[in-house]
């Protein structure tokens, strides 16, 4: 069980936020989210977000080649060499908010060999299996994946990350997580498939028949959260929920993204209960699983702006939001200060 | 009648954002604001905010002595001191995101001989009526009130602004807001009055009452703007609603706030119709009022985080959204770029 961020340090800074020179709850989320940031950094007031980093964890599905994506596999390697010349939508709000990326190939169902060793470097395997025909990988390689997710996120920390974000690339990991959040929280296919990228009604009919079949497939495995990444998630998954579960062991504040990040979140949850008292929920997706996912993790999105990229765009816009409220805890005068007489 | 944004630009813009390197409609409201930039810039991309600009009229309310605030008129001069030292919660929001703030009395009803003379350059009045018992100020403060507001949008534009938003201070002035939208919609006192600071059940009933007198006693006066600014406004609402209705006028997108600034927006949109073309709603606020004028001016607002400190805060909080939405279409490669093969 991991142990929950300071109540005490949460008291703290309640008593200051309930002081400031602005009529009780007036600052409404902005006030509780001060409060988070206060409690899982440890500081009244919470210290300025300088260093938020975004970890990208990319990896291809065996599922894509079965119809489920309106893109090809290919758009997988595209993408992460989009995401190395800075030139993807997540780069981009990365730039604009102060955000670091680091990009990570788990998982993609190719050589890379154009790419530095460094992306590299974590590599599990080339795609996953097929979920709804057998296992996505071995143990051995949910547990590799695992324990990568746990060293990058202990190497980030080591490096001054004040907050951390997952983010996701992969055709086809919609599939994937939504399997996983069904198997989390014992869903029927039909209610957490989502359109993903953008498929047409016959496809997401496809889709929500692998997921069907998946989770048939695996049966009571699904109560394992490790057996339910190995069987229905990836090595970019799995990578992602070992980066989320170890920032939580380590007491570091994490933000959530779409369905993959809060998908991982959930099975972290799993692997070590508690996790998500360090989570926040960057912004609510319009995939049905990620709704679900949230709720049972007890969790409000900060952002709803209809938004279905992935990457960690969602969480990475709502940066900003983490920014105002730690800036009200810090630099607003009390009441006391400032009444007249 | 307002001219509108050029569909031609925004039509472009669309087109942009439909090759970006992202799914179609993938990135959601961010895509939606990304094009009504453009539009009211007239630049496919639209241009980087740098120049963004707040300005709050500040104003008190004749109706804060009938217990219809959980704070003391005394409070308003304090807060214009406050702004002015940087020590404010919006103060804190704008340094943080990098908007500039003007603080103007319109109606303090202190003579504020402390502060730079700029401040009260456009004072029209002490105070206001109130409104249950009279009208709040003759049609000549009214008339002068518009007139400084739109001056205010006109220097704030001469001196480079790109985005415009209005932030208010007042003891009590929820309850001429409030008034102002009822006047404006046609609704009851009952379904518009809110607890603005935060009024406990018995003031609650009181500022119903108060909002309720106040409309009987102003009749189908109230079907004219100008008319409703002087029986149940201030001058600070009325220079707010002049600077709203300018800047649109001038084709300059504005950043709407809480239920002041949306009331504002409604009235500038009666006095000059097309103006709201021009406007985007900031945040959601816990007024019911502010709820009934933005589903009347058909805005949608980004950010809903249960705020209602006014001021400005919630658009100043909002703004990092809109340069997430301008960077996404400056910086993101087009999907032709990356494709594979």
Not at 95 to 116: K, N, Y
Not at 216 to 227: I, L, Q, W, Y
Not at 278 to 305: C, N, V, Y
């Amino acid at each position: 069980v991991i142990t929950p961020p300071s109540t005490d340090v949460a008291a703290r800074a309640r008593q200051r936020l309930n002081g400031l020179a602005t009529p009780p709850g007036a600052l409404g989320r902005l006030g509780e989210l001060a409060v988070w940031l206060a409690a899982t950094t440890g500081r009244v007031p919470p210290p300025e977000l300088r260093d938020v980093r975004l970890v990208i964890f990319a990896g291809d599905h065996g599922v894509a080649a079965h119809g489920v994506s309106a893109y090809p596999p290919a758009i997988t390697a595209a993408m992460v060499r989009t995401f190395l010349s800075g030139k993807a939508a997540v780069s981009a709000l990365a730039r604009a908010h102060g955000v670091r990326v680091r990009v990570l190939d788990l998982g993609v169902d190719d050589d890379l060999a154009d790419v530095p060793a460094a992306v590299r470097r974590f590599k599990v395997r080339r795609g996953t299996r097929p979920i709804h025909i057998e296992d996505a990988m071995c143990s051995m390689d949910t547990r590799k994946a695992l324990a990568a997710g746990s060293a990058v996120a202990l190497d980030e920390i080591a490096g001054g990350a004040q907050l951390l974000i997952s983010g996701d690339m992969g055709i086809g990991n919609t599939t994937a997580a939504a399997a996983m959040v069904a198997a989390g929280l014992g869903l029927p296919a039909s209610e957490v498939t989502g359109r993903g990228t953008g498929i047409d009604d016959i496809a997401m009919a496809r889709k929500t028949r692998v997921v069907e079949k998946a989770l048939h497939r695996v049966g009571g495995r699904a109560d394992d959260p490790v057996e339910t990444l190995s069987a229905l998630g990836s090595a970019d998954l799995a990578a992602a929920t070992g980066y989320l579960a170890t920032a939580a062991e380590a007491g570091v504040p994490v933000l959530l993204d779409g369905l993959m990040s809060v998908a991982c979140a959930l099975t972290a949850e799993r692997l070590a209960p508690g996790a998500a008292n360090w989570f926040t929920a960057g912004h609510r997706s319009t995939e049905p699983a990620q709704a679900f996912a949230l709720s049972k993790l007890g969790l409000e999105p900060i952002l709803d702006l209809n938004m279905r990229l992935g990457e960690g765009s969602g969480a990475v816009a709502a940066v900003p939001v983490l920014r105002s409220a730690v800036t009200l805890l810090r630099d607003v005068a009390l009441l006391s200060e400032i009444t007249p007489g």
